[in-house]
């Protein structure tokens, strides 16, 4: 009898004392593997990585507390994933736009990068290979100094280019990452010409950084901005440029001498600066001068 009226006292403390342990005050902690997330503009959309990152703390991260040979998440806590805004290339394999779990086996030399649909699960305790969208294989390189947390990152980020790359410890492991936004912006540029504020000068700068097969297009654009804005410099500027990179020395040569000519009267001092350096560099690499 006197066990069931301890128990039944017992009882009655716990619900007398448990709210007042839900309302106690909730500590702000410094997590021992923080989570990560980033978004970088790439291509023409971009690409986001959520991750956790681990530490050393005195462990050995590869062939100790992550093991060779394994399926790892590829960071600690959930998995971690990867989204791509467009279809890109990763080490020339294409992975259609989307989130992917980001998954790899480690090995002392030979890594294997996996992306894979199920970006819900927790670890990789539940991997399914048959959910596999890419696996690439990789070469790990050694770092000169350790590096004590795990960290995801594009690196060499170009417009519609980087490396995919891990480190942690004395492991880097990267993979090459591309994209290909012409057919998106070819596709952007011909609808917008068909609206009334047509991106002649962006269209134009487009062809021209990128090296399009067939320049006419842009300059034909440029006469068009030309028309409609007669004192705008910058329009003469980059028709001096396509007219060069035609070969087009001589009309490449009379636009940068119009926009001369038209920057003198700009009140930005700046802007009056950088363009008339450019038209000079430009009027002295048509003429041969250097």
């Given at each position: 009898m006197k066990y069931a009226y301890f128990f039944a006292a017992t009882a009655a403390l716990s619900a007398l004392l448990a709210p007042a342990a839900q309302a106690q005050t909730k500590l702000t902690i410094p997590q021992p593997s923080p989570g990560v997330h980033t978004r970088e503009a790439f291509s023409t959309s971009f690409i986001e990585l959520s991750y956790s990152r681990p530490s050393l703390r005195g462990r050995s991260a590869f062939g100790g507390l992550v093991p060779y040979g394994q399926v790892w998440r590829t960071g600690a806590n959930t998995v971690t994933k990867i989204r791509f805004g467009e279809e890109v290339k990763l080490a020339g394999q294409t992975v259609p736009a989307g989130t992917y779990a980001l998954l790899t086996i480690p090995g002392k030399a030979d890594w294997t990068i996996i992306l894979n649909r199920d970006t819900a699960q927790w670890g990789a305790y539940e991997y399914k290979q048959s959910l596999d969208v890419a696996?690439?294989?990789?070469?790990?390189?050694?770092?000169?100094a350790p590096q004590e947390s795990m960290s995801l990152s594009l690196e060499n980020l170009r417009p519609?280019?980087?490396?995919?790359?891990?480190?942690?410890?004395?492991?880097?492991?990267?993979?090459?990452?591309?994209a290909n936004p012409d057919p998106i912006v070819l596709a952007q540029i011909r609808e917008a010409m068909k609206g009334e504020?047509?991106?002649?000068?962006?269209?134009?700068?487009?062809?021209?950084?990128?090296?399009?097969?067939?320049l006419n297009p842009a300059v034909g654009w440029l006469d068009e901005f030309i028309k409609a804005n007669p004192t705008e410099y910058y329009g003469y500027y980059w028709k001096a440029k396509l007219l060069q990179k035609q070969g087009k020395n001589k009309e490449a040569a009379a636009a940068a001498n119009k926009s001369l000519e038209l920057v003198k009267v700009d009140k930005n001092d700046i802007?009056?600066?950088?363009?008339?350096?450019?038209?000079?560099?430009?009027?002295?690499?048509?003429?041969?001068?250097?």
């Open positions: 696996r690439i294989p990789a070469k790990a390189s050694k770092l000169a519609a280019a980087a490396d995919l790359t891990l480190t942690w410890e004395r492991t880097q492991v990267s993979l090459p990452l591309t504020k047509k991106p002649y000068v962006m269209a134009a700068q487009y062809y021209y950084n990128t090296n399009q097969p067939d802007s009056k600066a950088e363009y008339t350096r450019l038209n000079q560099q430009l009027l002295a690499e048509v003429s041969g001068k250097k």
